[in-house]
């Protein structure tokens, strides 16, 4: 169902993810959980899935990894009591080379890095804001973590 060349897509109103084969244009594999308007599924490097879960917890979002096999979570982020984690729209998860997640929680304009325990790392807000009273947070889209030779052209300090 994984073979080379195949996609990964995740339809966020069937709650589904599925793979499909680029040479017969056939769902070859398929799951549907807990999660509600999931997207941004991706493979990850041990063959598991991570998906960004925007509703199936009432009031939370969660970053979800499945065995695609067992269809159980390896792993998973939910927030807490002192740091909720809930973006009703987009939102975004990149699985980092030291094993860490950055999140992109979009509808309040915030970024972290949680590790595999849960602990957050860093977080940035967006500082941009409208409004009066300034009640308007400028959503992110997407963070993405750049490896460190990415800009060689910048001289380092």
């Known amino acids: 169902a994984f073979a080379k060349g195949s996609f990964l897509l995740s339809s966020r ?6 793979v ?52 159980a979570i390896r792993w998973e982020y939910v927030g807490s009591e002192e740091k909720p984690f809930y973006t009703q729209f987009c939102g975004a998860s990149q699985r980092l080379p030291n094993g860490n997640t950055l999140i992109t929680e979009s509808d309040n304009g915030r970024a972290f890095e949680v590790t595999t325990d ?15 009273n300034d009640e308007f947070i400028a959503a992110l889209f997407q963070m993405d973590r750049l490896p ?8 380092r300090k």
């Open 13 to 18: 109103h069937l709650n589904s993810v599925f």
């Open 20 to 71: 499909v084969s680029q040479e017969t244009g056939e769902v070859v594999w398929a799951m549907r959980g807990a999660f509600r308007a999931q997207h941004d599924a991706r493979l990850l490097d041990d063959g598991s899935i991570m998906l960004f879960d925007n509703s199936g917890r009432a009031g939370e979002s969660a970053v979800e990894v499945y065995d695609p096999q067992t269809l």
């Open 118 to 132: 849960g602990d957050i790392v860093w977080e940035f807000y967006n500082p941009h804001r409208a409004g009066e």
């Open 148 to 155: 460190r030779d990415f800009a060689k052209w910048l001289p």
